[in-house]
């Protein structure tokens, strides 16, 4: 039996694969654990939702779940915050080295070759 | 009137000393202790400059600030019976609103940290996967340039996929070790208040480069620890690598104009390490300090 973290992961990689919007029923048959409960999914798709995860639709008697943005977007958005260029200035992550720019780069591209000829 | 006068003049010496630390260069020479310099300047500058303003409108309580606000908040009256009177109402206002504001802005400041990180950590535990080559370590599938350290209870170290190829097996280690110490030493917290104020005063040029200097000592404090674990050459050329390998394109003014400055201060001191600064300079340092932080409560509590 996996975590719910665990599970949260699996199914979103599900839906980013797919192209189109399932229902609990079609994850759960792509989810490898076959013992898992259709309870369960169900359980974490709607985390998911509530999160902001995952949009859902009506289809019928059951409700259709696709992700409300790609991998790529939240990614770049992981990456934005790394570089510190959302602008914010906040505290929230501490950063090995900015990104440096075109002439200060020059400088640091020269440093780098003497350090590596010495 | 003393009371007051003293935190006065305390608010002064303070903002004078910060403004001379930002162009400091023996901080350099001893991180950590000019980190700690700093802090104490922070607090008792916020102390002293509403204390001051406080001591002189309480003066009449004769109580000091601590019991004379105490006084004043239980019973909520305060006599005007001269013109002169209107004066220190007119510093009991200032006085409780730049405390407000502070107080304030450091619980924002903080909620709103917090946020940005715990949205940053539903992320990467959606995406971020873990390699087998550095165990530990949370990596990111993107081509771009990018370490750093997810600061909190399970601080997280995240590295980009870029990094994996850009960087030597000796300077990948380098950047771990420098990252782990901003996780052990939580570097976080002493950069929260400085990051709140600027916010808070996003036009004072002190402020502004309190915040850059306090950045700057804290990846030398992390710079200074990783050597002990891995070689200062190889974190040299690590963050050489970098500051070039991100150029990314980046929107107008997001980048410090000092990045690349910083940048070659920190190699600098990897590659020649100077001279530290003597124990008794830092003991100094260190006594002056404590002493520093201590007086402003302690004037708070002096009646009269």
Redesign the interface.
């Known amino acids: 039996m996996k975590g719910l973290?665990e599970l949260?992961?699996t199914i979103?990689d599900i839906l980013w694969a797919e192209n189109a919007p399932l229902t609990a029923r079609e994850v759960g048959r792509l989810i490898e654990d076959r013992d898992l409960a259709p309870t369960t999914v169900m359980t974490v798709l709607d985390r998911l939702s509530r999160?902001g995860?995952l949009s859902r639709t009506r289809d019928g008697r059951a409700w259709r779940y696709q992700p409300a943005a790609s991998?790529d977007a939240?990614?770049a958005?992981?990456?934005l915050?790394?570089?510190?260029?959302t602008?914010?200035?906040?505290?929230?992550?501490?950063?090995?080295?900015?990104?440096?720019?075109?002439s200060?780069?020059e400088?640091?591209?020269k440093?780098?070759t003497e350090?590596?000829e010495q | 009137m003393i009371a007051a006068a003293v935190l006065a003049a305390l608010a002064t010496v303070c903002a004078v000393a910060a403004w001379r630390l930002t162009s400091a260069r023996w901080t350099w020479r001893a991180p950590r202790t000019a980190i700690l310099l700093w802090q104490s300047l922070g607090v008792t500058w916020g102390l002293a400059s509403t204390g001051a303003l406080l001591a002189y409108a309480l003066e009449p309580y004769r109580q000091g600030v601590v019991h004379g606000l105490a006084a004043f908040l239980t019973t909520l009256e305060y006599g005007v019976r001269e013109p002169h009177d209107l004066v220190r109402m007119g510093a009991l206002v200032t006085g409780l609103t730049m405390l407000a504001v502070l107080v304030v802005v450091l619980l924002a400041a903080g909620a709103q940290t917090f946020r940005a990180r715990h949205r940053h950590r539903v992320l990467l535990s959606l995406i971020a996967r873990d390699e087998p080559a550095v165990p530990g370590v949370r990596v990111v599938d993107h081509p771009g340039a990018a370490a750093y350290c997810l600061p909190g209870l399970k601080s997280q170290v995240v590295i980009s996929d870029g990094t994996l190829s850009l960087l030597s097996p000796g300077e990948l280690e380098a950047v771990l070790a420098h990252e782990t110490a901003h996780v052990r030493e939580r570097h976080d917290l002493v950069l929260l208040p400085f990051a709140a104020l600027r916010r808070a005063l996003p036009w004072s040029k002190v402020v502004r480069d309190a915040h850059a200097s306090v950045g700057l000592l804290v990846e030398m404090a992390a710079d200074d620890r990783a050597r002990r674990h891995c070689c200062p050459r190889r974190l040299a050329t690590a963050l050489l690598r970098f500051g070039t390998a991100a150029a990314v394109p980046t929107p107008q003014g997001a980048l410090g104009a000092s990045a690349g400055a910083n940048v070659m201060a920190r190699v600098n001191r990897l590659v020649q390490p100077g001279v530290g600064l003597p124990a008794y300079h830092r003991f100094l340092i260190l006594a002056g300090s404590v002493v520093l932080a201590a007086s402003a409560p302690l004037l708070w509590l002096i009646p009269g």
Not at chain 1, 81 to 85: G, I, K
Not at chain 1, 87 to 102: C, I, K, M, P, Y
Request: glycine share 8%.
């Open positions: 973290g949260e992961r979103m999160k995860f991998r939240y990614i958005e992981l990456m915050e790394a570089l510190d260029l602008g914010d200035r906040d505290a929230a992550l501490t950063r090995f080295a900015q990104a440096v720019s075109g200060e780069a400088i640091l591209r440093a780098l350090l590596e």
